[in-house]
């Protein structure tokens, strides 16, 4: 197994070790809020379309020079005091833009499909590449107050999702509530890995 | 921004665009020398190697062995330096293939360490 | 009347030998004697008639003596007689001798009358001849004179005319062309003054149709120049256009370059900046031609090696050019998008004229307080006369002649540099080296005076060198001679 820590001792000095977790959804769906919610750092880009610079896209959050426009898409970032980076990126919202994924996906712990219930179907296409690729994710359906609200199971059978799949309800603007999203992605890989590795024993 | 003085358009600065076009800072190449992945939350860290001629290293090439001091996680590289994040992967091949730099970490398969998803847990949890 | 007197003389001979003959004169004696009567009277008569009265007056005295009388009869008697003389020999003797002497009498005073008169007719000859002359001798110089003083007045005025003339020619239209040239507004009448007019008329009128046409040689320079204007600002507009799609499409590419991290599709997407990146040189260079300046500006100075490889990345094969400075000095603002243009035109002239599997280096140097940027090639050499026309051309900066479009690459460095002072020439640099066969290569010295500004660290060089970008003599001295950059020394 390739494994995503160091030697601590060639490398002169505190070594992170590295994680990602994509955040994936439909467009506008609230991908930049849910990451904002809880980086240390600010996701400086809106999801938008190929645009020209006449648009004026990249100074108007006014962090100067410092840009995801290098992958073109919203990065946060959590810092853990275990030396640990935990890096959430958002997928480019458009399906042209899926050649990226690939990229992103390598090495991911998993996604985080974000769902709005005004437009549940924008979720197919990322569940359906995650699914291809056999990557864990779970699905987390962004309540804010005027959105229709449904029960879990609904939404499960809305989008033919097998049991296991974890569905959260949350709150992309609240950083509580994507904390429990992430835990619940998390603990949904480690469930799984231990399920594998125990059939594996078996 | 474009303002207009009358004489036609006119863009200073950033408005300008890059000075440099990014295919002009590695040549036109697209691959990495090498052949590293040099993945997004890979970390890199510069040693201090010489390099040998006849590579010559360039402003980029410098920027990045100042960035990565210290273990630099690649994404962060990324994050100061405004170019193309392929272009960067050619440039950090550049400094791989001279011993300039070297890759600590990088993931290839899907994370199946148990040991690192406990770590990103706790830290979530701890939040 | 001579010849009468001659008839008489011989009649006189003719009788004498007669006498002599006791009076026998023979029959053709007595012929001849009839015939000379006959001539005689004849003669006399016709004579008569013909002289003026008081020319006639001494003959018509003998006429009309009586002894005349008994001479004619003494003729008669004798003529129309046969056998001896019936005159008496003393009587004919008196008689023709009077008569013979009155005829010389006659004569003489007829000849001294003739020669009285033509001394006096000679002498009203001579007056009116000397009066005519005289006078005409007058005219001719009164007219002599009046031709002087003309062709004076007419000299003089032409001189005026051509003087006019030639300032026009010489002087007057050429400023006015370069004044055009250079797009200041011309007042079509006060470039055009008359010339001076001349009371000789059809000097005047030369004057006149001169002044016409000069009129209309400048309106027709101010109209050229007018439609070159339009003609120029039609390229510039468009030109500016493509400037600006340009440069959006730049910016669209640059956003696609981010995006894509899969090696291929970037290859393509730079295959097609690089095409873009070309494309947009050559829009800028369009309006620089035209006089205007390009879209990209920078107001803060530019890192020189910045600038160096952007000027690289505008050229076809940028791939063979090698950027090796490691210069940390700065470009002013100002200068950094004309130098560029002026280091692609000059990096892509090297491309073109050397190898294909040649390599090209550019680097700067710092050089006194200037900078120095150099572009080698490996071409083939040009020849010491083709170098120093280049570097003539390069140095005068001259009107574009678009006879020599060819030239245009050099025309817009020229150009270039002339507005920022820079100095850019050509040389020849040997290589020596393992390779045995010479190698020639041409080197550019571009100065211009960059702001060095702080090396990364802070660290400010000198502050000396915020001044306006502008050479000084120095400095281009020191370049020309080869004077070994000196290494400034950076704390």
């Known amino acids: 197994m390739d494994l995503n820590h160091f030697d601590a001792a060639s490398a002169g000095g505190t070594v992170p070790s590295t994680a990602k977790i994509l955040i994936s959804g439909g467009f506008g769906v609230g991908k930049t809020t849910l990451v904002g919610a809880i980086s240390e750092i600010r996701p400086l880009r809106t999801e938008e379309p190929l645009s020209d610079r006449s648009v004026g896209v990249d100074d108007t959050r006014g962090v100067g020079a410092k840009t995801t426009t290098t992958v073109a898409m919203d990065f946060g970032r959590i810092s853990f005091p275990s030396d640990l980076v935990l890096y959430l990126f958002g997928t480019p919202g458009q399906e042209r833009f899926w050649f990226m994924w690939d990229d992103l996906a390598i090495g991911a712990v998993g996604a985080v499909v974000l769902a709005d219930t005004r437009r549940v179907a924008d979720c197919f296409a990322s569940i359906d590449y995650f699914e291809r690729n056999g990557m864990p994710f779970v699905i987390a359906v962004n309540c804010f107050d005027s959105a229709p609200r449904f029960e879990p199971d609904d939404i499960r059978i809305a989008l033919s999702l097998p049991p296991e799949v974890p569905i959260v309800l949350c709150d992309a603007r609240e950083r509580d509530s994507v904390k429990k999203v992430l835990v619940s992605l998390v603990r949904y890989v480690m469930n799984n890995n231990s399920r594998r590795n125990q059939i594996s024993i078996a | 921004m474009t303002t207009n003085d009358g004489h036609g358009d006119r863009w200073f600065d950033r408005e300008a665009g890059p000075v440099v076009r990014p295919y002009a800072v590695t040549k036109g190449r697209t691959l990495p020398s090498g052949g590293a992945s040099f993945g997004l939350i890979d970390v890199v860290i510069a040693t201090n190697e010489r390099p040998s001629a006849p590579f010559r290293p360039g402003p980029e090439h410098r920027q990045i062995l100042n960035l990565c001091r210290r273990p630099t996680p690649i994404v962060d590289l990324t994050s100061e330096i405004d170019l193309p994040l392929g272009v960067v992967r050619v440039l950090l091949g550049d400094l791989t293939s001279e011993g300039m730099l070297r890759v600590l970490s990088t993931q290839k398969q899907p994370v199946t360490d148990q040991r690192l998803l406990r770590m990103v847990l706790d830290g979530l949890e701890s939040l | ?491």
């Open chain 3, 1 to 491: 009347m001579s010849y009468a007197l001659e008839m008489g003389s011989r009649e006189a001979v003719l009788v004498g030998g007669a006498l002599i003959d006791r009076g026998q004169m023979s029959a053709a004696a007595r012929q001849q004697f009839a015939s000379s009567v006959a001539s005689r009277r004849n003669l006399m008569s016709v004579a008569l008639a013909l002289l003026t009265p008081d020319l006639s007056a001494p003959y018509a005295s003998v006429t009309s003596s009586p002894q005349y009388q008994t001479f004619q009869n003494m003729e008669d008697q004798i003529s129309g007689g046969s056998g001896p003389i019936p005159v008496d020999p003393a009587a004919w003797q008196a008689d023709s001798g009077a008569f013979l002497a009155g005829m010389q009498k006659a004569e003489i005073a007829g000849g001294v009358k003739l020669s009285q008169m033509s001394a006096s007719l000679g002498d009203r000859l001579v007056l009116e001849a000397g009066l005519a002359g005289g006078l005409g001798l007058v005219a001719v110089i009164a007219s002599i004179f009046l031709l002087v003083w003309f062709g004076r007045k007419v000299r003089r005025d032409l001189t005026g005319l051509h003087d006019s003339v030639r300032g026009m020619a010489e002087e007057r239209l050429p400023r006015v062309v370069e004044r055009l040239r250079r797009g200041d507004d011309v007042d079509v009448l006060a470039e055009s003054p008359p010339p001076d007019t001349s009371s000789i008329q059809e000097i005047s009128q030369i004057a006149e149709s001169f002044a016409t046409v000069q009129a209309a040689a400048v309106a027709a320079a101010v109209d050229q120049a007018k439609l070159r204007k339009r003609v120029n600002q039609v390229f510039l507009n468009i030109s500016m256009r493509n400037q600006s799609l340009l440069h959006r499409q730049l910016g669209m590419l640059d956003s696609m370059e981010r995006r894509t991290s899969e090696p291929e599709a970037l290859a393509d997407l730079f295959r097609l900046d690089h095409l873009t990146t070309r494309m947009r040189r050559h829009a800028e260079g369009l309006i620089i031609l035209s006089g205007s300046v390009p879209g990209r500006g920078w107001r803060d100075p530019v890192p020189v090696v910045d600038v160096l490889r952007a000027a690289v990345a505008e050229v076809e094969n940028y791939v063979r050019v090698d950027v090796t400075s490691e210069s940390d000095d700065l470009v002013a603002g100002i200068a950094v998008s004309d130098v560029i243009h002026l280091v692609a035109e000059l990096v892509e002239n090297a491309t073109v004229f050397s190898p294909p599997n040649t390599r090209i280096e550019v680097r700067a140097d710092r050089v006194g307080t200037g900078l120095v940027a150099e572009i080698e090639d490996r071409g083939l050499g040009l020849s010491p006369g083709e170098l120093a026309g280049i570097n003539r051309r390069l140095a005068s900066s001259p009107e574009f002649d678009l006879a020599h479009s060819d030239q245009l690459g050099l025309f817009v460095v020229g150009q270039l540099a002339a507005r920022h002072d820079i100095e850019v020439s050509l040389r020849r640099s040997v290589y020596g080296g393992a390779a045995d066969h010479h190698r020639d290569g041409v080197r550019l010295p571009v100065r211009h005076r960059g702001r060095p500004g702080d090396v990364p660290g802070g660290a400010d060089v000198r502050g000396a060198e915020r001044g306006p970008h502008r050479l000084r003599d120095g400095d281009a001295r020191a370049a020309d001679g080869q004077v070994p950059p000196s290494r400034a020394e950076i704390s």
